[in-house]
């Protein structure tokens, strides 16, 4: 009657003794092979429900290969490592042969954690792993104890923020592959620095795409805003969960991650008795119950629904942490941004004081521009639940020009800012650069090698913003202009004044850790009062 | 910033003193009025979001009337009766005029349920409340304490099973309208037996639905096997859930109605932090604590998932009891049926005895049928949140020709499922007519108005079962044969054999009323042992 399913890793895994276990989930196929590109080929057996495998020990570790799916090639939807990009042949690497000197890493604790988020691609000149080892020196200084890294899943092309990533499991070949991604993290712990790494489980990008060739990994039952939602809940759904659940596995147990940053999880669309988060929460505690780390699940979402950062035993995900923009919203509000699109609900000064308090601003009231009551009462959950920031990725690169603060607010406010995010009872976040107010934008951009997908971005981009002709035009997101004008520009961090800001971060920082009432806020003894008439909060 | 929601009740409702507050939600309309057949109109004035509001001391009980919406005129979507169908006008009804005298009455306690489920249209020679009231004395004889009333809200034309209703308020006319109900429920409180109205939140008929043209009733975002979701967690939502829950209130508070039976709640989605029908569990819990009544809410669904009846401040939605399918398709392929559709993944013996130990047959299994894990253990609910059944409308009805399993089942078989059920740690249902094995069938009958959607049932019907003709053709859902041909026979119940069947299942409600391990079963102290080779269980 029943058929217990095993939790098999998908992909080609080494074994340590000369052998891969080659497992691919792909329900609906009649014969399914391993084809190397020098010719070799393996036919796979019927496992699990849905699933194939075989083990053979005539796989070496950077052979590349694909899978052929009754008589049609394609590359692995679990490859770790894409070297020709999201069209070539996927490589066989054995994950297990990096050399790491972290065994007395120990994970920042959850509450200590002062994040600093970066994009590979932009971060330094290299746009490279290697690029970020050589500036953990400075981010020690400055005092983070965090890097969260935008999404390092292969893309189409060089250039991309990490979103359209189609390979969940394959480290973007230019940024420097898998290898590159563990050497950095095993550097970051050698200078006390953990590791996010965000990922995005919501959808896949657009190009190069091959999940659908392997199975039902999207349902039609729920539209989200990147078109069907990920297959969580109906049929052949296991595979698609194990597929997710097993990448988040593979982060901690062969990348040493310490914290996984969940994408847009409000778009992860489950009615299962148990969500996919929850199950990916106990397979993780499982995981770190057998290696004595410890592993944080953080999720950006849409929400102001404490059901995700509740334990699993009340009934929740058991999430570690949340991202809220309403902090930011009503931050940004209050230092001046007009009350357009989203910020539309915020009031300048009785918004940020009701974050300082409730951590949502929404938590059941009316919202004029979601049109519906929003969220729930986020009563005793501690800061540590939640995530600040004056300015991120998104909150950046969404604008039409992409501008940071530094150049929309004074001099005075961008240190406001900073102050304000740094002495919340939440942990706070950096967004690269901001710590010398970096004049570059950062902006919207893609390098799409399928001309149509190029061309439809491009206008899409400028459809979305016509309605502010006025202030110019949106950047090209396809041109490497785009891209090279959004880059950091190291050489101002010792000049005037951006020294002196960074200066001011460092101390900000420096006073977060030391100030008892800032390092352990208890937000039950937070007590916020404001004064909207004499724009005052205290 | 902020604007909370007054809940008001929608529609026309009499205040006792003359007047009455019209009220709609019209959330992107201009203009709004609610216009009497006499020719006399009202202009509506916008109060909260979303919403339309006017008191006058214009209108009378009795009176028909229309909105005009930016001078379109439409019947109310919360009309309590619409005398002329669902295309004409509704009627304002003084609800409060009606003269009760259950005092007395207090519901019976839910772990004593025995619940007897019946359709108006074809339970009694006249298809009324009247009749039904003609039976009370015979279902107290037979020693139910509880019917379950199939919905009766408004439809297209004179048959219908009541899932195609489409004024949720209005209890439809032929079956003797707001008033009949009223009548038929004080009269089963005077004989001791609890009244059960099966309502339907997660869709609504497809003839005269006038819903859309109000409001954004319905999303796109999730798709159900009825079309789009109602939308109760999109924007414009609050207006529709308070729809739905001042929908369940009414039957509470003015039809003194014991418990609903909620519809396929599985097909109503909804990710807002607090679900629908936990809101409305909140909502019915206040009014019960107002009036000092006792009202349950019960759940149809096709799900294995506790979180519907775990209480709400462990995380769930409080439900009272659900439905388990899962008993009744073990106990049919138990008692033979061939293992075909959703009963391929059922096992005669030990599928059966898992559902008496575990409520649940699947609890976390993977299913061929579903092609996915499904369910999560039922451990530590009480054996009064299950309810079991050996046929009802469903399982009959949605067999080609309808047959009960008096059609199917050798005598001493029909009486076996009977003890099935009756000695379950479960709360036990029949199905009308099944206490006297009536040989009528239980088959598929509307009698839509419009043609062309008539002849779409029509044709739906027979392709749905056109791999079964050589079984016989599918019947006619339009005809009234098929209508008439659904009614029970109650001159059978005195005659052999029928009586007999009437006085064993006599007997048998007794024995569980009676004997103690029956009335209240503490499911911890069941154990069930089941030998497949020898087809037993005990």
Known sequence: MTTEIQPAVPGIRFNGSGEVTVHVWAPEKKKVEVCLENGKSWELSPAEPGCWSVVTDGIRSGDLYRFRLDGK?????????????????????????????????????????????????????????????????????????????MPVSQFAGGRNWGYDGVFPYAVHDTYGGPEGLQHLVDACHQKG???????????????????????????????????????????WSDGVREYFIQNALMWFREFHIDALRLDAVHAIKD???????????????????????????????????????????????????????????????????????????????????????????????YSDHRKRKFGIKAEGFPGSSFIVFSQNHDQVGNRMLGERTSELLSWEMQKLLAGAVMVSPFLPMLFMGEEWSEPHPFQYFVSHTDPELAEAVRTGRKKEFAAFHLEGEAPDPMSEDTFNGSR?????????????????????????????????????????????????IW
Chains 1, 2 share one sequence.
């Open 73 to 149: 090639l394609s590359p692995d939807p679990a490859s770790v490592s894409q070297p020709e990009g999201v069209h070539g042949p996927s490589q066989a690497l054995d994950l297990n042969r990096f050399q790491w000197s972290d065994a007395g890493w120990k994970n920042v604790v959850l509450q200590d954690y002062i994040i600093y988020e970066l994009h590979t691609g932009t971060f330094t000149p290299e746009g490279t792993f290697a690029g970020i080892e050589q500036k953990l020196d400075y981010l020690v200084e400055l005092g983070i104890n965090a890097i969260e890294i």
């Open 271 to 365: 009615f299962s008795p148990k969500h996919l988060l929850a199950e990916m929460k106990e397979r993780v505690d499982a995981l770190a119950a057998e290696t004595g780390s410890v592993h944080y699940l953080i999720t950006e979402m849409d929400l102001n629904d404490t059901r995700f950062i509740s334990p699993i035993e009340k009934g929740g995900y058991g999430m570690d942490a949340q991202w809220i923009d309403e902090f930011h919203h009503a931050l940004r509000v209050a230092s001046g941004q007009s009350k357009t699109g989203y910020y539309s609900d915020f009031e300048p000064i009785t918004s940020l004081a009701k974050s300082y308090q409730d951590a949502y601003v929404f938590d059941g009231q």
């Open 488 to 536: 950091l520009q190291w050489e101002l961090v010792n000049q005037e004044p951006h020294k002196s800001m960074f200066e001011y971060y460092k101390e900000l920082i420096a006073l977060r850790k030391s100030n008892p009432a800032l390092h352990t806020p208890d937000r039950s003894l937070v007590r916020v009062y404001a004064d909207e008439a004499r724009q005052l």
């Open 193 to 235: 620095i953990a590791v996010i790494l965000d990922v995005v489980y919501n959808h896949i990008g657009p190009e190069g795409n091959v999940l659908g060739e392997y199975g039902p990994y999207f349902t039609d039952k729920y539209h989200t805003p990147w078109g069907n939602a990920v297959n969580v809940d109906d049929e």
